[in-house]
């Protein structure tokens, strides 16, 4: 059946079937020798597939959330335990070499009744909730064959898009296609179309809906084929705080958006926290600030996970310890009276050392490595006050790119967050495919370093229907290495799919089998060593894999040794190896973690060869090849942590840096001399 979709990925119950059109599916699915409880199904094997090493899977549905799924290697498979003169909808697919076929699929019922759907009817989904295919047509004896694969393109807060193949054996131009999307019990949006695509709008925020799409033909209807999906919440639009408990705390409160919405992410300073639903309009206490400060409050909607756009406001904790009356004016006298002889005195050793005013909140550039301790102890007066605004300030100097291929139809799918998107002049191409369009774009960027503007590529982790384009990426760039900094799993979501080989059996992604030769697992970290074979070229290319284990999404590890003890692995590893292309760094979005390693390398090593470093200057070079890299306030503190420890542990090299580099534009003017010692 032709495809107006790429080799798209398709989730089953859970499993993912990738790149659907390298094997062909079963023939000839039917149900022989039914009982009461039990149904034997039989097949013939896929057309012009070597029957070697063929795993067939089986999957039975109750409804549309019960189902079981058993393997087999055989053509025929007895499912027992059935209740009798019940309906059950099976599914068979087949797997050869981690190529997985699509699904065809049989509604069967015990006893005496047996209903057939049609064979290129299908359970698909996107995103969430599964898909039910019903057995019988909206008009009795009459046959129109359903859509073929469809899926969920894009959702916002009163729309859902869908897009469909056409189905088997009918011209295009004499089919009318139907999308309806229902809420239970709540009202329809339905919408007729000639095309393949639709977007049925009118729906509400944040909430669930059941969207069916059936063909019409000359008065005729199919069987429909029905995706759950939900809209994206609306973002809350207004929100109070007033200073309690003597300025050492916050009350909050925030107008309920409309539509539905499960939790909203609460952000106060650092601390964050998830709050009910319910809460919109009644408010939260948040303590442990500090007094006289000023706090950025945050408030995101979250519904059936999909998350609204953040909604800021400033919030001021007032002054502590105020007390009423006469008391309070005699104590302010004598405070200012304080402050006043105070700041003179400050004024006058001020003007004696010739230190600018503004020294504690300007803007570093790059600092001397004897001056690095001073200017972090600075920075983390008053909650990281230093810290703060020097963040805050790398976010007001973002400028808008051109992100105009990440963010073309065709696209879309392979980005695992939406606002995170490669610049169109700075994102690392493949190779186009033959009759694929965007097979040329993957979530990546080159990132420039100490001495080269493409010095590394960081992109995001990849997903189930992205895994073969990353492998593309690493032959394509002769990558040597790659960097993991996230788990498949965190918190009970999958961060990145699992791309490499669980054991020495070989996965093939296209033209390019990758095998599992070596892993050493520490505590911290794990190595792997993997071969990547080009089947149409007969070559080579031996790839390591740095996988860090410890590393929090959004957050920091709990200390830096370990993480600097990974980074000089990691780099003596690079600099004996310096014939491939960039390493590729990833974590799941490709910036947090991603950036504050990449920023870690490079500052370290200027330390090493200029006696310098600049944090805030190189995040903003990092920034400008690919946004938000060093992701939250967080980090970007850890970052400075993690070269105060290493100075520290290093302090003898560094003793008499500001006379050893004296001449930093002379020692920049032989770089190649330089760079051979390893700097």
Request: proline residues 5%; charged residues 20%; aromatic residues 10%.
């Amino acid at each position: 059946m032709p495809s107006t979709l790429a080799t798209p990925s398709v989730v089953l119950s859970g499993f993912t079937v990738a790149r659907v059109a390298a094997l062909n599916p079963v023939r000839n699915l039917k149900a022989e020798n039914q009982t009461n409880t039990s149904i034997t199904l039989t097949w013939d094997i896929p057309e012009d597939t070597d029957p070697q090493n063929l795993t067939y899977w089986v999957q039975w549905f109750e409804d549309a959330d019960r189902n079981t799924t058993q393997n087999t290697t055989d053509t025929s498979f007895t499912v027992g335990g059935l209740a009798p003169a019940s309906s059950y909808e099976f599914s068979v697919w087949v797997e050869k070499d981690g190529n997985r076929s699509l699904p065809q699929n049989l509604s069967v019922s015990t006893g005496s009744v047996l209903t057939t759907v049609a064979a290129n009817s299908g359970f698909f989904n996107q995103g969430r909730g599964a898909v039910k295919v019903p057995g019988t047509s909206r008009r009795t004896g009459s046959h129109v064959d359903s859509v073929g694969f469809c899926m969920v393109t894009h959702q916002t807060t009163s729309s859902i898009s869908l897009m469909w193949d056409v189905p088997e054996g009918h011209p295009s131009q004499d089919l009318t296609y139907w999308a309806e999307c229902s809420r239970g019990g709540g009202s329809n949006a339905t919408r007729d179309t000639p095309d393949t695509s639709v977007t049925v709008d009118g729906l509400d925020p944040g909430s669930s809906y059941e969207c069916s799409m059936w063909v019409e033909r000359d008065g005729l209807n199919s069987s429909k084929v029905t995706v759950y999906n939900s809209t994206e919440p609306a973002a809350v639009n207004s929100i109070s705080c007033v200073s309690i408990s003597g300025g050492y705390g916050l009350f909050l409160n925030w107008s309920c958006p409309s539509g539905g919405y499960d939790t909203f992410e609460v952000e106060v300073g650092r601390q964050r926290s998830s709050q009910k639903g319910d809460l919109c309009g009644k408010g939260v206490s948040v303590s442990d600030l500090g007094p006289a400060q000023s706090y950025t409050a945050t408030v995101t909607t979250v519904s059936n996970g999909l998350k609204a756009p953040s909604f800021s406001v400033t919030c001021y904790t007032e002054s502590a310890g105020v007390i009423a009356g006469t008391i309070v004016g005699v104590l302010l006298f004598l405070i200012l009276l304080g402050l006043l002889i105070f700041f003179l005195r400050r004024r006058k050793k001020i003007q004696e050392k010739e230190v600018p005013a503004d020294l504690v909140f300007r803007f570093s550039g790059d600092i001397l490595a004897k001056d690095f301790a001073d200017h972090v102890r600075e920075n983390k007066k008053d909650s990281n006050y230093g810290f703060s605004k020097e963040y805050q300030q790398l976010t007001l100097e973002e400028q808008g790119q051109s992100q105009s291929t990440a963010s073309a139809l065709e696209n879309t799918s392979k980005n695992r967050y939406r606002n995170v998107l490669p610049y169109d002049w700075s994102r690392v191409p493949l190779k186009p495919l033959q009759e694929e369009p965007g097979s040329d774009y993957i979530n990546a960027s080159f990132i420039p370093g100490l001495w080269s503007p493409k010095e590394f590529i960081a992109t995001q982790g990849p997903l189930p229907h992205t895994v073969g384009d990353f492998w593309r990426m690493v032959w394509e760039q002769q990558s040597r290495t790659l960097v993991m900094l996230t788990n498949c799993m965190e918190s009970g979501r999958v961060k990145c799919e699992h791309y490499w080989p669980l054991d020495s059996q070989p996965c093939t992604h296209g033209q390019l089998q990758v095998t599992l030769v070596n892993e050493d697992v520490k505590e911290n970290w794990a190595v792997r060593d993997l071969q990547l074979f080009h089947v149409k070229e007969q070559q080579s290319l031996s790839v390591r894999q740095f996988h860090y284990l410890a590393w929090p999404d959004h957050g920091v590890p709990y200390s830096p040794d370990p993480l600097l003890a990974f980074r000089k692995i990691l780099r003596q590893w690079l600099d004996q190896n310096m014939d491939g292309g960039p390493p590729i760094v990833h974590c799941s979005a490709g910036v947090g973690r991603t950036g504050t390693l990449i920023a870690l390398d490079v500052l370290l090593r200027q330390l090493e060869c200029e006696g310098l470093v600049g944090p805030f200057n190189f995040l903003k070079k990092m920034r400008e090849s690919r946004p938000l890299m060093v992701q939250t306030e967080t980090q970007y503190v850890f970052l400075h942590e993690c070269i105060m420890s290493s100075l520290q542990n290093s302090s003898p090299a560094y003793e008499n840096v500001a006379g050893v580099y004296e001449n930093i534009a002379a020692i920049r003017a032989h770089e190649s001399e330089v760079s051979a010692t390893g700097c």
